[in-house]
C-alpha cells in the first residue's frame, strides 16, 4: 500500500516523540460509548499530538473523530485521541493505522492497555491480544450499566444484586433492601452533606450490610456510596 505520508510531515518527524503504549477503550467517547472506541496516543510535546491528530483525521482509515488533550496528564504528556467504530473490523483498522503512524515514529513495538487487563497490566499489541482483549461488539446501554453496577458491588457480602431500569435491589440471606439509582459517577456528587444522628444511622446500617471496602455518607436525603475512586448515589424507596 503507498505510504500516506503527507506534505509538511516526512518519515520519522515523530520519532522519539510518541510513547510507544496506547489506551483502547479507557477514555469516555465524546459520541457514544456504545459505538466507539477511543484510542489514545501519548505525545512528549503538544506539536507533536496536534501533528499525529491532522495526520489521522486526513487518513482515510474509518476514524470518527480526533482531539488532542488540553493539558498534559499528570506524567507530562499529551494525549491524542482517536474515536473508531465499535465493530469486529476495528482491529483489523487500527493495525492498518498504526503502520502509518510507524513510518512517523519508528516505533517499531506498540504496546497496549485496556480495561480489560489488570490495573497497569500492559499487553504487546498484535491482532490475536487485540482480539482477546478488546470488546469489538457494539454495546447496550442498558446492560453496560447493569454490569457496572455488579461490578461496583463486587467487594461487598451481598448475596444477589439486581437491577431493573434505574430500581436496584441489594440482598443479602434473605434480607432485601430497595433503592432507585440516582447515578453512578467517577466524580464526586455535588451537594450537602448531612451528619445528623439519622443520616449517620442510615449511612452505618447499609455500611454493615455491604460489608466491604465502602465508605457511605447522606447527601440530601440520598445515600453515597464510595467505592475507590467511584460514587453510586441511591435514593430511598
Known amino acids: 500500500m503507498k505510504s500516506l505520508i503527507q ?19 479507557q477514555y469516555q467517547s465524546k459520541i457514544d460509548d456504545a459505538t466507539n472506541i477511543v484510542v489514545g496516543f501519548y505525545c ?27 493539558a498534559p496528564t499528570k506524567d507530562g504528556y499529551y494525549v491524542t485521541f482517536i474515536e473508531m467504530n465499535r465493530t469486529p473490523e476495528f482491529v483489523n483498522v487500527l493495525l492498518e493505522l498504526l503502520k502509518e503512524v510507524t513510518r512517523l515514529t519508528n516505533v517499531k513495538n506498540w504496546q497496549f492497555q485496556s480495561p480489560r487487563l489488570e490495573k497497569d497490566e500492559i499487553k504487546s499489541l498484535d491482532q490475536e491480544t487485540l482480539d482477546q482483549y478488546v470488546d469489538t461488539t457494539p454495546r447496550d446501554p442498558k446492560k453496560d450499566k447493569i454490569r457496572e453496577v455488579f461490578e461496583f458491588f463486587r467487594h461487598s457480602t451481598l448475596t444477589d444484586v439486581l437491577v431493573d431500569g434505574s430500581m436496584l435491589v441489594l440482598e443479602k440471606r434473605g434480607v432485601e433492601l430497595g433503592f432507585e439509582i440516582v447515578s453512578l ?9 448531612y451528619l445528623d444522628e439519622t443520616s449517620v444511622s442510615r449511612c452505618i446500617v447499609l455500611e454493615r450490610f455491604l460489608c466491604g471496602p465502602y465508605s457511605i455518607n447522606c447527601l440530601d436525603g440520598d445515600l453515597v456510596i464510595q467505592s475507590q475512586d467511584q460514587f453510586l448515589t441511591l435514593r430511598s424507596l
Open 7 to 25: 506534505e509538511g510531515l516526512a518519515r520519522g518527524d515523530l520519532e522519539d516523540l510518541v510513547l510507544p503504549l496506547l489506551t483502547i477503550d
Open 44 to 70: 512528549f510535546e503538544e506539536d507533536a499530538a496536534h501533528d499525529l491528530s491532522n495526520f489521522i483525521e486526513r487518513s482515510p482509515y474509518l476514524v470518527q473523530d480526533t482531539d488532542v488533550s488540553p
Open 185 to 193: 459517577s467517577d466524580e464526586v456528587p455535588a451537594g450537602s452533606f
